[in-house]
Structures are given as structure tokens and as C-alpha cells.
């Protein structure tokens, strides 16, 4: 069975910066996109950032020119690099990997950005 497993997250001071990684296991396939999400306390879980294809990168309004997404040299790994935190960053973030189709979710990883 495939898994997705999110690392990474923790408590940052606002202006610093965090690396989430994220990694599926269990499939010979490999991911044909790569996405993070994140749902604050409270909210709907949003769009942070995706990665498609060829490296094709897509950002949500908030995070543009700080946050950037890539993808791993080991198959099906997808990291975000978040850059100048602020409080309003805080959040669990979920990564989703396209596997075959299949549409397959972490169990997220907390970021909180104290000010």
C-alpha cells in the first residue's frame, strides 16, 4: 500500500525559514504531481504550492517569492522550502502526490510561526 509521510514542520521564529519534506512509499510508479496544502485552525485547507511534469512549479497568491517547491533526486519526494515565516504561515501542512490517478494524502506536518 502507498503511503505519503510528511517531515519537517516545527516551531519557527517569524523571518525564519523551514524545509518540509515529503516522500510516498510503497509504489514502483512514480508521481506525475506533487502539491502542498495547508489548513489553519479554523479554516479550509488551501493551496500552498505544486509541482507537475517536468518541474512545471505553481504557487498560491500568499506564499509567492517565498516559499518554493521542488522535487527530490529519490522518486516520489517533494520538498518545500518556506522562506521569511510569518505568523499567519502557521498551519498543518499536507502534501498530495498523484500516483497512477490516485490522489493520495499525508497526515500532515505542524509549522507554527511565533511573532
Known amino acids: 500500500q502507498v503511503q505519503v509521510a510528511e517531515s519537517g514542520g516545527g516551531l519557527v521564529q517569524a523571518g525564519g525559514s523551514l524545509r518540509l519534506s515529503c516522500a510516498a512509499s510503497g509504489s514502483i510508479y512514480s508521481s506525475t504531481a506533487m502539491a502542498w496544502y495547508r489548513q489553519a485552525a479554523g479554516k479550509q485547507r488551501e493551496f500552498v504550492a505544486g509541482?507537475?511534469?517536468?518541474?512545471?512549479?505553481k504557487y498560491g497568491d500568499s506564499v509567492k517569492g517565498r516559499f518554493t517547491v521542488s522535487r527530490g533526486r529519490a522518486t516520489n519526494t517533494v520538498y518545500l522550502q518556506m522562506n521569511n515565516l510569518t505568523p499567519e504561515d502557521t498551519a498543518t501542512y499536507f502534501c498530495r502526490q498523484t500516483i497512477r490517478g490516485h490522489e493520495l494524502w499525508g497526515q500532515g506536518t505542524q509549522v507554527t510561526v511565533s511573532s
Open positions: 509541482i507537475v511534469g517536468g518541474g512545471v512549479t
